[in-house]
């Protein structure tokens, strides 16, 4: 009788393994970036209280009724400058959850 099993092995023999010096590297990154956890964690809290000091339209210092059209380019630069900090802390945030697991 013939053997259907055509990997016997569990399919060992065909496995890649990630080289040795790879694997250290990745474990002195992980080290590193949880040694610094605690300040990435002040950084995303400061940029929290930046984005929401944005939002705010006392953040801009232009004087609506002298210059309208400048107002709508501060108010347009700070939307901007909210879009790109709130990036920032997203990726900030995504680096804590994968070294925090």
Do not use: C, W
Request: glycine share 0%.
């Amino acid at each position: 009788m013939q053997d259907d099993n055509i990997m016997p092995n569990n399919g060992d023999y065909f496995s890649i393994q990630e080289p040795l010096e790879q694997r250290l590297e990745k474990q002195k990154e992980r080290a590193k970036i949880l040694s610094e956890l605690p300040k990435i964690e002040m950084v995303v809290k400061h940029l929290e209280k930046r984005i929401k000091s944005l939002d705010k339209l006392s953040s801009i210092k232009v004087d609506i009724s002298e210059d309208p059209a400048l107002f709508q380019k501060a108010h347009e630069v700070n939307r901007l400058v909210k879009y790109a900090l709130e990036e920032e802390k997203n990726n900030l945030e995504d680096l804590i959850n994968t070294y925090k697991r």
